[in-house]
């Protein structure tokens, strides 16, 4: 059975400041990888996935992740952090083969805060 | 053009009362999923539906809960004789394929609090 890792709770970051928010997996198979972001009292927003191809992915809003194989991690990042990026976010991964391949598996959720 | 739409945004019931949960999907996607998030934990899956058809409940519990998608009107997640245990925030997300590679659009989710 495939899971997703989120290992901090929150991540606070300075406004301006670069941003990581972790995300590490375990699955047979190859993984299709996405990330959601959650504001208050709204649904989950899609942010970028990666299917296949380049391991750096670009997404919405200036967030991009980096695919890395060997250490099983899809981190979110982006350059230069906004109050506004201010949410939830939740990483999580598809196996594309088998029964359930359609499931999305999901982290617990990361608490970002951007401080002005 | 509309999103996922959830309804009712909170819904309160009485431990033994029904809720009934429902979720439109955006236009032109005809898969349906439920998910549950329970506090302080991710979002779980529970039912994957396509318009008069559940392909997969594995996600769902065994007893009290259902879930079908008409080929009229919305899907519909009923929970018979709530008990604590189901408060929850219920997301619902739509595609309009069934691909692995498709991302899925969610609803802003219906929160249930059992009282």
């Known amino acids: 059975a495939q899971s997703v890792a989120q290992p901090e709770d929150q991540v606070n970051v300075a406004e301006g400041n670069p941003l990581t928010v972790k995300c590490t997996y375990s699955?047979?198979?190859?993984?299709?990888l996405f990330w959601y972001v959650q504001y208050p009292n709204r649904g989950l927003q899609f942010l970028l996935k990666y299917i296949t191809g380049d391991n750096l992915v670009k997404g919405s809003y200036g967030f991009e992740a980096e695919f890395n194989k060997s250490q099983t991690s899809f981190h979110l990042k982006k350059p230069s952090a906004l109050v506004s990026d201010s949410a939830l976010y939740f990483c999580a991964v598809r196996v594309p083969s088998g029964a359930g391949s359609y499931q999305l598996t999901f982290g617990k959720g990361t608490k970002l805060s951007v401080i002005p | 053009n509309a999103g996922v739409m959830q309804n009712p945004r909170h819904l309160v019931r009485r431990r033994g009362q029904e809720a009934r949960l429902r979720c439109s999907p955006m236009?032109?996607?005809?898969?349906v999923y439920w998910y549950r998030q329970l506090p302080e934990e991710g979002l779980k899956f529970m039912v994957y539906?396509?318009?008069?058809?559940?392909?997969?409940e594995s996600g769902m519990p065994k007893e009290r809960f259902s879930a079908e998608f008409p080929k009229e009107g919305p899907s519909i997640l009923r929970i018979q004789q709530v008990v604590r245990g189901d408060s929850a925030a219920y997301f619902c997300?739509?595609?309009?394929?069934?691909?692995?590679?498709?991302?899925?659009?969610f609803g802003q989710g219906t929160r249930l609090t059992v009282v």
């Open positions: 997300a739509s595609s309009p394929q069934r691909s692995e590679v498709t991302e899925a659009f």
């Open positions: 236009k032109g996607h005809s898969h």
């Open positions: 539906l396509q318009k008069e058809n559940i392909i997969d």
């Open positions: 699955v047979s198979g190859n993984p299709y």
